[in-house]
Structures are given as structure tokens and as C-alpha cells.
């Protein structure tokens, strides 16, 4: 005798909407550029064909956004492994999503923090985004 062979449909899945720590990842993907922006404020003598060079030259609030810049690039990669990690394991979304909202938060308060030249507040805020992002490892 031939088993018989029963199609089933496969179950269609809804297309998922973007939840809050993955709009997180997307816009602290983005906002480095802020800082950029704010770097090349004014573009007082700027050189687009040697931009770095003109940076590197620059002062006050200009450079201070620019190390800014860099800062914010340099904690994306943990960030957004900590999101993409916690999501995959299916850790809490509402603890996700709470601790992804600090970290923007906390992002933005030290670029505020760098430019305005408050050392001590700045490295503060920068000590409780690195705490959200680890807790948010801690929710797997």
C-alpha cells in the first residue's frame, strides 16, 4: 500500500511591524551623522576633497563633535549585536525595547554632553548606555 501524500498548507506569516529597539538600531545607525553635521557646522574654510585633514585641524566644539562622531560609531557594533542577539533568543521585547530607548537616550545625552565640553556628565551618561547594552545581553 502507497501512503497517501497530504498537502497542508504552510502557515502565511503577517509581515512583522518594525518593533522599538529595532527602530533604535536604525536610528542610532543615523546618528553619527548628526554629529558630523555638527562638526562641519558653518564649514568655515572646509575642503570636501580633504575632509578628515579638515577636521582633524579644527577646535572647540568642532572637534568635540567630531571625537563625538567616532564614539557614536565605535558602539554600534555591540549595540546592535545586543539587540539582534536578545531578539534571535526571544528575550523579553518589552525589557528589549526599555533598554534600547535608554541607550539612544543616553547616546544623545553624551553627544550633548561632548559638545557643550561637560567631561564628567558625559562619561556618566556614556557609563549607563554601556550598562543598558549589557543588560540587555543579561535578558538572554
Do not use: H
Amino acid at each position: 500500500m502507497v501512503p497517501k501524500l497530504v498537502l497542508v498548507p504552510k502557515k502565511i506569516r503577517k509581515p512583522k511591524q518594525m518593533n522599538i529597539a529595532y527602530a533604535c538600531v536604525l536610528f542610532m545607525g543615523l546618528f553619527p551623522y548628526v554629529a558630523a553635521g555638527i562638526a562641519k557646522k558653518g564649514f568655515e574654510n572646509y575642503d570636501n576633497s580633504m575632509p578628515r585633514q579638515w577636521l582633524a585641524n579644527q577646535t572647540g566644539f568642532r572637534a568635540r563633535a567630531n571625537a563625538a562622531q567616532a564614539n557614536l560609531f565605535e558602539s554600534l557594533p555591540f549595540f546592535f549585536a545586543a539587540v539582534i542577539i536578545a531578539s534571535i533568543n526571544q528575550a523579553p521585547q518589552a525589557r528589549i525595547d526599555l533598554l534600547a530607548l535608554g541607550f539612544v537616550v543616553a547616546r544623545i545625552a553624551y553627544l550633548v554632553c561632548y559638545i557643550a565640553n561637560w567631561p564628567t556628565t558625559r562619561s556618566i551618561v556614556w557609563l549607563a548606555g554601556l550598562a543598558c547594552v549589557v543588560a540587555i545581553f543579561c535578558q538572554i
